[in-house]
């Protein structure tokens, strides 16, 4: 089922619309789901949908630079899945590594800009390296932001913003009255980075899964039953087609 949750404005179908080159969402974040559901599938182990989901990144990136997309930001590695496996939790961490190796010199060709939003400092050396260094390699570039949500929890980054806040308040350089919804969200991982406008989500699981809870507030969702290893740059361009059909009121009322 291709975009579910999706609802229609004046019963139009999106598939039978143009796109619309004005109206790009600046910020895509996705939930890329389904890889160990699409091995199984095949008799495959899990491992080998992770590392056929990494090859999905790289045309995605390519397609949302074509579209005109400002920032991509993708839920590589949250901090639950470290209940996983051990061995699928260190193939995991290799991934980064292994995909900035093989395509950084195509990213910087690309002009596109690196950045991680998450808590690095219990990542591998070998993945933080690798970070690293496509984020310095990258830095002067001013096209598409590709940030990787890495080790990543939105309750884990709430919660080390209210201590961080709390902190300022016992010392005196904040007061209670000074806390409001800017504050908070200069607190938060990357508040440089506005709010994503679209969420997609694959493998057909309906949930945000700890990812972006306070950014995402006013964000237009969209499901597909595609698992990620099959999604598709068409596919993306279709969330976008669907997206543009949608009515943004941010809690007020559409004119007209």
């Known amino acids: 089922m291709l975009g579910r949750f999706f609802r229609r404005k004046d019963n139009q179908d999106s598939t039978e619309v143009p796109l619309d080159l004005t109206n790009i969402p600046s910020h895509i974040a996705i939930i890329m ?14 491992i080998a949908g ?6 999905v990144i790289k045309k995605i990136v390519k397609k949302a630079n074509e579209l005109g997309v400002s920032i991509l930001t993708l839920y590589a590695f949250s901090t639950e899945n470290w209940k996983r496996p051990k061995d699928e939790v260190d193939f995991l961490l290799k991934l980064p ?6 395509y950084l010199p195509e990213l910087i060709e690309e002009n596109v800009q690196v950045r991680i939003m998450g808590e690095k400092s219990n990542l591998p050396a070998h993945t933080v390296r690798a970070v690293d260094t496509a984020i310095e390699q990258t830095q002067h ?6 940030n990787f949500a890495l080790n990543y929890g939105s309750r884990y980054e709430l919660s080390k913003a209210i201590q961080q806040i709390a902190s300022d308040v016992k010392t005196g350089s904040l007061s209670i009255e000074d806390i409001n919804e800017d504050l908070v969200s200069a607190h938060l991982f990357r508040p440089e980075l506005k709010d994503p406008d679209l969420l997609i989500r694959t493998s057909g699981e309906i949930r945000l899964s700890n990812f972006m809870l306070w950014q995402l507030a006013y964000t237009e969702l969209w499901f597909t039953d595609t698992f990620w290893p099959d999604f598709s740059e068409d596919e993306l361009v279709q969330a976008v087609k669907d997206y543009q059909l949608r009515g943004r009121r941010f809690g007020g009322v559409q004119s007209g």
């Open 50 to 55: 992770h590392r056929e989901g990494t090859k």
């Open 97 to 102: 590594e292994s995909f900035l190796n093989t």
């Open 33 to 46: 789901d389904g890889n160990g559901r699409w091995a199984k599938k095949r008799g495959l182990p899990r």
């Open 141 to 146: 570039n001013d096209g598409l932001i590709l």
